[in-house]
């Protein structure tokens, strides 16, 4: 059974305990209600329930709008309205009219998927895997690879797809003759290294956003808990506990209200990058 913290600071000891994967799953820890070494990590379990959400609502969802069906039901409809949203303001403009049919299906598993694992955090007694650096690196480097293997059989070669990272300059006067091929080289190479930096911002704009929203969530609520362990030890007056108490309930509410809305808008901000990034390898500017 694990112990009580007796000092109101202990309870705030390490605020990303509550976000970090592991083998042991709590549920109330000081009742001694707690799974421990786990055969697969808890991040694990809690990937494999969101892709059994994916796989038992929105597969289906999918299948009825390639069909032309119409859906029956409210749920029904917002799952296929959010699926319309990604096909008709995502993946048409940003990768076209003639090559987005080939991605939707990424785009839509992307989606689903990430906003899915997101808002088990919400869920009691569950959690965000997307809080770990290490899934979201791994989603960012299955985009990586379809954005440049892509790019690549779009451009017809490798050697053709390294020449779009490439800028030419206009060389009218003797000091651009100079300056062009050594500005043009640092561009090019700068353009090489913005193409692993994408990937690493896909991954850590999704775990941080998701990481700081779930320990903004347990700071709050542990505010009462540092509350009482004061009153407790006569370090505070028991009439601060309720108010304490009601605000910290009443702003977790707000909170938790935001974070459903940032679940869902984290998941579109990072299918809306990639599809861009697929949109810019196909279609290169220069």
């Keep these: 059974m694990a112990h009580a913290p007796t000092n109101p600071l202990d309870a705030l000891k390490d605020p990303f305990e509550h976000s970090a994967d592991g083998y042991d799953w709590s549920f109330f820890p000081t009742a001694g209600l707690e799974i421990s070494h786990l055969p697969v990590s808890r991040f694990v379990i809690f990937q494999t329930i969101a892709f059994l959400i994916v796989l038992a609502v929105f597969v289906p969802a999918c299948r009825r709008i390639a069909r032309g069906d ?11 309205a959010l699926l319309l949203f990604i096909r008709d303001e ?10 987005y049919r080939r991605f939707l299906p990424l785009l839509w598993t992307l989606f689903v998927f990430i906003a899915t694992m ?3 955090g ?3 007694f569950l959690g965000s895997p997307t809080a770990s650096i290490a899934v979201t690196a791994v989603l960012a480097t299955v985009v990586f690879f379809v954005i440049h293997y892509n790019g690549i059989k779009a451009n017809h070669g490798f050697g053709n797809y390294i020449k779009t990272f490439r800028v030419k300059l206009d060389r009218e006067g003797k000091l651009l003759q100079i300056l062009a091929p050594v500005i043009e080289f640092g561009v090019f190479w700068l353009e090489i290294m913005t193409a692993f930096i994408r990937a690493i911002v896909l991954a850590v704009r999704l775990f941080a956003n998701m990481l700081a929203g779930h320990t903004t969530l347990f700071v709050v609520m542990t505010f009462i808990v540092m ?3 004061a009153v407790e030890q006569n370090l505070l007056t028991g009439y601060l506990f309720w108010p304490v108490t009601v605000v910290s309930v009443t702003t977790l509410v707000a909170l938790s209200l935001l974070e459903l809305f940032v679940a869902l ?3 579109f901000v990072f ?7 697929i949109g810019m390898a196909l279609h ?3």
């Design 118 to 120: 997101n808002l088990l």
């Design 271 to 277: 299918v809306f990058l990639t599809a861009t990034f």
């Design 90 to 99: 995502v993946a048409i403009p940003t990768i076209g009219e003639h090559d």
């Design 70 to 80: 119409v859906p029956k039901g409210r749920f029904a409809h917002f799952v296929e």
């Design 265 to 267: 808008l984290q998941a």
């Design 284 to 286: 290169p500017e220069h």
């Design 122 to 124: 919400m869920v009691p």
């Design 227 to 229: 509350v009482g362990i």
